[in-house]
């Protein structure tokens, strides 16, 4: 099993070019962070359940806990750093080491999108995923009517496995999840074409 974060106990940073990276979160980042929250509140609460009542208090919470993924090998959870500004947040919500697959999530400031941001800070994890950690398996899961959320794994080559029902209550109402995923021999062969 490999360390999930950085070694020395440094923030793991994964740049994926043109001043753009995946950078562990730290504890002072808990501000920035949550105004790009309040800055897209309503952007993020169309398909997030947290964004609607995240408060400064509940970021540095988060922040806190997410600090302990790497220490126990469970992956970590990110900024998207675009220009030296927060612009979104990107992670593995955990590592199953014994079937060797995780999940990866993100989010993205309106401003921010289409600009190839998320993708390509989703093939960053991918890559770290099967590279470093040797994982097999890697799924995202998407609201149904998300179309910019699904069009990430779409993209990348997933596979589309089936639709949880109401699987997350957002707002006053229960989405049904699409789940894709992508395997790391269909992965490797992808990147070799």
Known sequence: MSSAG???????TIPFGDGRLVRQLEERDAEELYEVVVANREFLSEW????????????????????????????????????GRIVGGIGF????????????????????QHQG???????????????IWKLNRIEIRAGVGNRRSRAIPERLGFTEEGVLREAELVGDRYIDHVVYAILARDWSRRNRR
């Open 6 to 12: 950085g070694a020395g106990g440094s923030p793991l």
């Open 93 to 112: 919500h955990r590592l199953d080491w014994q079937n060797r697959s995780t999940s990866i999530g993100y989010w993205l400031a309106e401003s921010s």
């Open 117 to 131: 941001l998320v993708t390509d800070a989703v093939v960053a994890l991918i890559d770290h995923a099967f590279d």
């Open 48 to 83: 997030l359940p947290w964004p609607a009542m995240q408060t400064l208090e509940i970021t540095r919470e988060f922040i806190v806990r997410s600090r302990t993924q790497p220490p126990e090998n469970q992956g970590f959870q990110a900024a998207i750093v675009h220009d």
